[in-house]
């Protein structure tokens, strides 16, 4: 925050140094108060933010966000008709919860939490209506990764864990309510899966000596070689989930190509449809529908992030957004119906600001702010040339 006012106070030393005229001008010396702006608070930057990380539940019922109980990020859930009376649904009082989500069981939430910052995270449920906490993978020593969630299966979610093994994660299906566990997929070779709605592991990947990646699909007869990304462009391809109906899987791309491309890959035929190209930059994600699992928008970053979207209705609804403000707006979270957003607005000289939208009235509403503004403190804007 000092450069600008130091560069500028240097360019003004060089301009009175060019000439006699220049350097015989009187000036009045600044004040203290006018040459360096007050320091900001270590906490603003770096503390806990006030709230973050909002979300809506797939049926729409609940709202949820993390928020501090005496200095320490807990899981904050709220009705989605009534969002100011939210209460604490987890009781973390030492490291702080960092993730969560709602379940497709329409009472539970998820979230990870690891053991003094071991991050030998454990996946733990919550009933939202009785506060019972449970811990899905109480395995000493052992990592717990939420692999998928889906609506054809509600109370389940898919977990990768290596209780087993500490060098290979099994897949299991862990119920939510039960915490009854079944093994999917024991695992003795590769480095990672991507499963369909169903939970069948369609593909599965492992690093090739020379860096790359190669990526296998599962037949009736076992595992064959499908695609191979070679060490240059295994940043930038990867395989980003399938169709609700599991016939398309979505990859992003970029073997023989500057920059990642999105592509649909008929599973029947084999063949591979461009969805979105940018010359400029690679595919930074996509947005898709909650019901179908079809690609409904897709981001790049040249600059700055924006989304091209490939549904009409959703492209309109989100230009009406952008009378929010001046600034990047992102669709952070969606009710399965798709037809209530949780939106974010964030600005380069401003904290970023959860909106709730409902897509059948049009209706906007504030939601919150992740920090509130900060006294005495003035932010430059980024601007992109």
Same mark, same amino acid.
């Given at each position: 925050?000092?450069?600008? %006012?130091?560069?500028?106070?240097?360019?003004?030393?060089?301009?009175?140094?060019?000439?006699?005229?220049?350097?015989?001008?009187?000036?009045?010396?600044?004040?203290?108060?006018?040459? !360096? %702006?007050?320091?900001?608070?270590?906490?603003?930057?770096?503390?806990?933010?006030?709230?973050?990380?909002?979300?809506?539940?797939?049926?729409?019922?609940?709202?949820?966000?993390?928020? #501090?109980?005496?200095?320490?990020?807990?899981?904050?859930? +709220? #009705?989605?008709?009534?969002?100011?009376? +939210?209460?604490?649904?987890?009781?973390?009082?030492?490291?702080?919860?960092?993730?969560?989500?709602?379940?497709?069981?329409?009472d539970h939430l998820v979230y990870l939490q690891d053991e003094g910052?071991?991050?030998?995270?454990?996946?733990?449920?919550?009933?939202?209506?009785? $506060?019972?906490?449970?811990?899905?993978?109480?395995?000493?020593?052992?990592?717990?990764? #939420?692999?998928?969630?889906?609506?054809?299966? %509600?109370?389940?979610?898919?977990?990768?864990?290596?209780?087993?093994?500490?060098?290979y994660f099994d897949l299991h299906r862990v119920n939510v309510r039960?915490?009854?566990?079944?093994?999917? &997929?024991?695992?003795? !070779?590769?480095?990672?899966?991507?499963?369909?709605?169903?939970?069948?592991?369609?593909?599965?990947?492992?690093?090739? %000596?020379? $860096?790359?990646?190669?990526?296998?699909?599962?037949?009736?007869?076992?595992?064959?070689?499908?695609?191979?990304?070679?060490?240059?462009?295994?940043?930038?391809?990867?395989?980003?989930? &399938?169709?609700?109906?599991?016939?398309?899987?979505?990859?992003?791309?970029?073997?023989?190509?500057?920059? $990642?491309?999105?592509?649909?890959?008929?599973?029947?035929?084999?063949?591979?449809?461009?969805?979105?190209?940018?010359?400029? +930059?690679?595919?930074?994600?996509?947005?898709?529908?909650?019901?179908?699992?079809?690609?409904?928008?897709?981001?790049?970053?040249?600059?700055?992030?924006?989304?091209?979207?490939?549904?009409?209705?959703?492209?309109?609804?989100?230009?009406?957004?952008?009378?929010?403000?001046?600034?990047?707006?992102?669709?952070?979270?969606?009710?399965?119906?798709?037809?209530?957003?949780?939106?974010?607005?964030?600005?380069?000289?401003?904290?970023?600001?959860?909106?709730?939208?409902?897509?059948?009235?049009? !209706?906007?509403?504030?939601?919150?702010?992740?920090?509130?503004?900060?006294? $005495?403190?003035?932010?430059?804007?980024?601007?992109?040339?």
């Amino acid at each position: 925050m000092l450069l600008r %006012p130091l560069s500028l106070a240097l360019l003004c030393l060089g301009l009175a140094a060019c000439g006699t005229e220049a350097s015989q001008t009187t000036t009045t010396p600044a004040t203290a108060a006018e040459a !360096e %702006p007050a320091l900001i608070e270590r906490t603003v930057l770096f503390g806990n933010p006030e709230r973050a990380s909002g979300q809506i539940s797939p049926d729409g019922k609940w709202l949820g966000y993390l928020a #501090p109980v005496d200095g320490v990020l807990n899981v904050w859930v +709220a #009705p989605a008709s009534a969002p100011d009376d +939210a209460r604490a649904v987890t009781s973390d009082a030492l490291r702080g919860i960092r993730m969560f989500a709602f379940s497709h069981a329409t009472d539970h939430l998820v979230y990870l939490q690891d053991e003094g910052g071991d991050e030998n995270f454990h996946l733990f449920a919550v009933n939202i209506e009785t $506060g019972e906490e449970r811990n899905l993978t109480p395995f000493p020593g052992a990592r717990a990764m #939420p692999a998928g969630m889906s609506r054809k299966h %509600p109370d389940e979610v898919l977990v990768q864990l290596n209780n087993r093994n500490p060098q290979y994660f099994d897949l299991h299906r862990v119920n939510v309510r039960t915490g009854e566990m079944t093994l999917v &997929f024991e695992n003795n !070779e590769f480095a990672g899966f991507v499963a369909d709605s169903d939970y069948a592991v369609r593909y599965a990947s492992r690093a090739t %000596p020379d $860096g790359g990646m190669q990526y296998y699909r599962a037949t009736d007869e076992g595992w064959v070689e499908d695609l191979k990304v070679d060490q240059v462009d295994s940043m930038t391809t990867a395989l980003s989930g &399938f169709t609700e109906d599991g016939r398309t899987l979505y990859l992003i791309d970029s073997r023989d190509r500057d920059t $990642g491309a999105l592509y649909a890959r008929d599973l029947d035929s084999g063949e591979a449809t461009l969805v979105h190209e940018d010359a400029r +930059a690679d595919i930074g994600g996509v947005l898709t529908d909650p019901a179908t699992g079809e690609v409904r928008a897709v981001s790049v970053n040249y600059r700055r992030n924006q989304w091209h979207f490939l549904d009409d209705a959703m492209k309109a609804d989100y230009e009406k957004l952008k009378a929010l403000g001046d600034g990047e707006i992102t669709i952070a979270s969606q009710t399965d119906d798709n037809r209530r957003w949780v939106v974010v607005l964030t600005a380069s000289d401003d904290s970023a600001k959860y909106f709730l939208f409902d897509r059948d009235s049009g !209706e906007t509403t504030e939601w919150f702010d992740t920090r509130r503004p900060w006294p $005495g403190c003035r932010c430059s804007r980024c601007t992109t040339w």
